[in-house]
């Protein structure tokens, strides 16, 4: 196992790390669900045995089951790892929640401290209309100088500006885990910036939420002959000088192994090989017929069509030859059971978003044709 420096911590983490976010469950007669202690503590262990040094739970992982099943099967060796859970901010409303949450997950975890606890999954409206005004940072600070929060962190959904936004105005927080992998490099930036400004930087969703676990055609297009699809993926972001630790949600034994042995890794890939992959992922894009960068400046459409993810599932399809994942998006979006996603057929031929678009794409006529190709998979 290689191990890295996490930001300014002070802490040398494992290069892997385990996502405990999808732990087997078994289901109860009643319906319920809890966690197969059993099979999380052989692939824990696993994983320490490896070397892998960072465990990660939240509050509501596992039908709130993951904390407990996490601390138990690391009860024995707590104080050589560090495990890592989240507050959901929905919970806090007022200051005193914030610790009366964390206290929640010490217990379900069985121990007295949290290494790194986690604004969990915020953006720049819950930081700037939550975080900032109810002093959150400043209660995370007491529990800090008690001893039950290590170190103060925060993950993240949202554009890489408002990353930037959380960065220079909570200089409390010192590590942030974002979402970055093969297919999406929109964070890439801020990346390197966290780490500049002293930020340790995890990785969260490094194989696509399992997008780029299954053999694609992806690997051939991007020159990585000889290697599979996963083990491109994590070895692209491991490659990143900025990223402290890449999270995976393992669930054998079998993948436990995998993981780590391209986290052993000395060099996962050279600077030159990263540059390539970069360089031909780009290419990829630029030179399909269909290149949207995702910017949303079509967006809002009067008729609600969301056309940046429609093109997506399509550049999933067309480009990365992951035409499975295309159809899931695709169908996802319009057969949503809340809110059915609109499409060319409630087009109004306004022409909102080809005046909008930087790329001058025939938007209008492009989006009859992608929903033709995506439909019929």
């Known amino acids: 196992m290689q191990y890295r420096q996490l930001g300014n911590t002070g802490v040398t983490i494992s290069a892997l790390g385990f996502g405990c976010m999808r732990l087997k469950e078994i289901e109860q007669p009643d319906g319920t669900f809890v966690v197969d202690q059993e099979h999380t503590n052989a692939m824990l262990r696993r994983a320490y045995e490896l070397g892998v040094n960072y465990f990660d739970t939240a509050y509501y992982y596992c039908h709130s089951g993951s904390e407990a099943a996490v601390g138990i099967a690391l009860r024995d060796i707590r104080d050589k790892v560090y495990i890592s859970t989240k507050c959901p901010m929905e919970l806090v409303k007022k200051p005193e929640d ?207 069509i969301n056309i940046p993810r429609i093109f997506q599932a399509y550049t999933h399809h067309n480009v990365y030859g992951l035409s499975e994942t295309a159809k899931k998006m695709y169908n996802g979006y319009v057969n949503n059971e809340k809110k059915p996603g609109a499409t060319s057929r409630d087009c109004i031929n306004c022409g909102f978003c080809e005046r909008k678009c930087p790329q001058h794409l025939d938007i209008r006529n492009l989006l009859k044709k992608v929903e033709d190709v995506l439909e019929a998979l």
């Open 98 to 304: 914030f610790r009366k949450t964390l206290e929640t997950s010490l217990e379900r975890l069985g121990t007295d401290h949290v290494d790194f606890y986690h604004f969990w999954s915020i953006n720049q409206k819950v930081f700037d209309e939550k975080i900032v005004p109810m002093g959150l940072l400043q209660e995370a600070e007491k529990l800090k100088a008690e001893g039950k929060i290590r170190h103060i962190s925060f993950s993240f959904h949202d554009k890489p500006e408002a990353l930037k936004h959380i960065i220079d105005n909570a200089p409390q927080m010192e590590t942030m885990l974002v979402q970055y992998n093969l297919l999406d490099r929109a964070n890439e930036e801020m990346i390197q910036y966290a780490k500049e400004k002293g930020l340790g930087v995890l990785i969260m969703g490094p194989v696509g939420g399992g997008r780029l676990a299954a053999p694609t055609e992806l690997v051939q297009k991007l020159g990585g002959e000889g290697l599979n699809t996963y083990e491109l993926a994590l070895r692209f972001v491991l490659g990143n000088p900025s990223v402290s630790c890449a999270l995976s949600g393992m669930q054998s034994v079998e993948m436990v192994e995998k993981n780590a042995a391209v986290a052993a890794m000395e060099s996962p890939m050279t600077e030159k090989e990263w540059r390539d992959v970069s360089q031909s992922l780009e290419n990829l894009h630029k030179f399909s017929e269909l290149y949207c960068t995702g910017c949303g400046y079509c967006q809002p459409c009067p008729k609600e």
